[in-house]
Structure formats: structure tokens, C-alpha cells
């Protein structure tokens, strides 16, 4: 399951519980699951306001007694891990005060350590984010990706500190390196929080690609523009990839002392230890030694066979592992008949369209069995498969 944050209005903590509370996110479960930190001295209420004929959901924090001081990350990790959440919810919630603390720690030229929060650390900006992650964890959402961070741009907000610009300084150092869009509205659209819940959970902008909702929310902010709605809006659903996903492992080695003559063995031997691939690349090495890079790449439970061949039938003395994500189109094999006999092909699809590839063992065969060069044999079965 996915959930997609879709900046319209920017994004805080407050629209962030609303949008999941209006996608369908049990307003009660998670007023009893934000008992469980402990706090007191505030109350959650949730509210049905529109913005241009959009009914939202707008959710106040109401503190009626807030703390005279100002808690350091260690303080409200404490405070996370005492609490009888459960342990992915504490893990995330303790994963966005972090980029929260790194910033402030930039700002203000101090460490995570030593940096004390200031709005942040108040009990309303803990029940957004401790909140935040209550409801991702309701959905079972294992993914989280945003639209490009709309952020304000040209006025000033009031804070600990004094007057700050727009975007705050903090804002902006969590969005480093993520996608932003900067309005002409002199507001702020996107707070501390609601930034480090995009930097710290999203996997990034989703790009063009099929997404099947079955939950969409709104959450509504304080303010209201004539320019834009001020809403975040959150999609729930699934993905309709048209690729395959899984995890794979790639081994390598920085070889500069073996006969080359070896490799076509070492790599045979390597596929047949269960690699799904191995190859060598030509390489410039220290002191300006030539050399090869070997890699195989395979599955994690064929590890130990691939190094071990590495190890048997190679010079090196170590080997470098890199878990590697990989994408996959869709594939199977088939028999199909043609003028040469009965062959097998593989059958590829991409965005609907079948491709069918002469399996390369099959043209060899048919090459040796009927004495015709190999070239021929592509040719001929790849106009009659098409």
C-alpha cells in the first residue's frame, strides 16, 4: 500500500492528521493511540470546514498547558520510547524529529546532541508528528512518495527566534535536495514538521505511472488564500506497476594479477553457482595498473556459493557486496511453431504490447542441426515470430 501526499497547500502536521482522518482514519483510535505518549495538558479536536467548495478536515491540537521549557532530541526520544506505541510507529515518529534536528543543527551551527526545539518540541507539534505516524501505520502504507513541495515565498512568520522569512530557514534545510516549488504566496505553506514528514518517510516524487486509489482525504490548513486551496490532499492505494521488483545482491572484485584467459571460465562457473549474471569491466587501478572489475550478481541466499567460487577460482582477497534494488518487465517463456520446427521464445510485455525474443540456446541448436549460419536463423524467426 502506498500514500501519496499531494502539496496543493503546502503541508503541516495539523493537515496531515486531517487528510489521513478524512480518508478514513478512525478520529477516536487516534485520540487513544496519542494517549499512550503520556502527555497532558492538550486536546484533539477535529473539524469539517470547505476550501473552493472542498469539504476537509481540519484537526486542532488545543493546549491548555504547555511546558516553560524546551526539550532536546533525547528528551523526546524518551518520551517516544516510554510510550506504549507500538515499535514501528515510535520508530518512525523518532525518524522525522531527526531531520528536524539535523536542520535546526545546521541553522544554528550546533549538533543533533546539543540543539534544543523550540515550536517543534511543543506538545502540539509531538501529537502531529507521533499522529503522523499512527495513521501510516493504521493503513499499512509501506510507501510514502509527495508531489513537488509547494512552499510561500516573500513574507515573514513569527517564531522563538523572531521574525523569520518564508520559507523558514528550517523548511528549507530539511527540503535540501527535494523537489520545491516556490509560489508567490506570503504565507507559510509548508512548516518544520510538515516538511520533515516528507523528507523523512517519501521516497521521493512519483513519476508518471498508474496509481489505484481506494482512500482519498483532505486536510485543511489555518489559513485561507484566494490563490490556491489551502489543502493537503492524500491518495491511498496501490501501484499498478507493469515491472516486477525484487532485491538482489551484486559481488564484485578489483582483479589486477590473473590471466585473462580465466574469466570465461570463472564466469561459467559463477552462473552455474547460481549467479543471474556475471561479467568483467576493464578498469585503470592504483600506480596505474590495468585491471578488471568481476561481478555477479545474485540472490542473497546464493551468496556464500558465488564468493566462494570468487575466492577458488580467482586471485583476489576480498570481495565488495551491494544490495541492489531491480526492476523487471514481465516475462515467460513459450513454444511456438515455425518453418524451422517447434522453438522457444521469450515473451516480454511492456505497457500491454507483447515482444517475443528467439531464445538464443534454441538458435544455436537449430543453426547446428540444420547447418545454417546463426545469423540466418535470427533472421527467419524473428519475421516469422513477429
Known sequence: MIAYLDTIGGISGD???????????????????????????????????????????KIDVVVSQQPHYHRHLKDINELIDRS???QSVKERAKKIFLEVARAEAVIHGSTIEKIHFHEVGAIDSLVDIVGASICIGFFNIDEIYSS?????????????????PVPTPATMEILKDYPVVLTDIQHELTTPTGAAIVKAL?????????????AIGYGAGT???????????????????EYETDTVIVVEANIDDMNPEIYPYVIERLMEAGAYDAFVLPVLMK?????????????????DAVNAVIFKETTTLGVRTIPSERFKLPRSSREVKTSLGPVKVKVVVN????????????????????????KDVYKILEKEIQ
Open 84 to 86: 506504549s506505541l507500538s
Open 287 to 303: 600506480k596505474g595498473r590495468p585491471g578488471m572489475i568481476l561481478s555477479a550478481i545474485t540472490e542473497r541466499g546464493k551468496l
Open 202 to 214: 517519501s521516497k521521493g516524487t512519483l513519476p508518471t505511472t498508474k496509481l489505484k486509489a481506494t
Open 351 to 374: 505497457e500491454g504490447t507483447e515482444r517475443i525474443v528467439p531464445e538464443f540456446e534454441e538458435c544455436k541448436r537449430i543453426a547446428r542441426e540444420k547447418n545454417m549460419a546463426l
Open 148 to 164: 513537488p513541495v509547494k512552499v510561500g515565498s516573500g513574507g515573514f512568520v513569527k517564531s522563538a527566534h523572531g521574525k523569520l
Open 223 to 241: 489559513k485561507e488564500f484566494e490563490a490556491i486551496p489551502n489543502l493537503l490532499r492524500v491518495m491511498i492505494g496501490k501501484i499498478d506497476r
Open 15 to 57: 493537515m496531515t492528521l486531517g487528510a489521513f482522518v478524512s480518508a478514513g482514519m478512525p478520529f477516536d483510535t487516534l485520540a487513544n493511540e496519542l494517549a499512550k505518549l503520556g502527555l497532558e495538558g492538550f486536546e484533539l479536536q477535529a473539524s469539517h470546514i470547505e476550501r473552493s467548495g472542498i469539504v476537509a478536515t
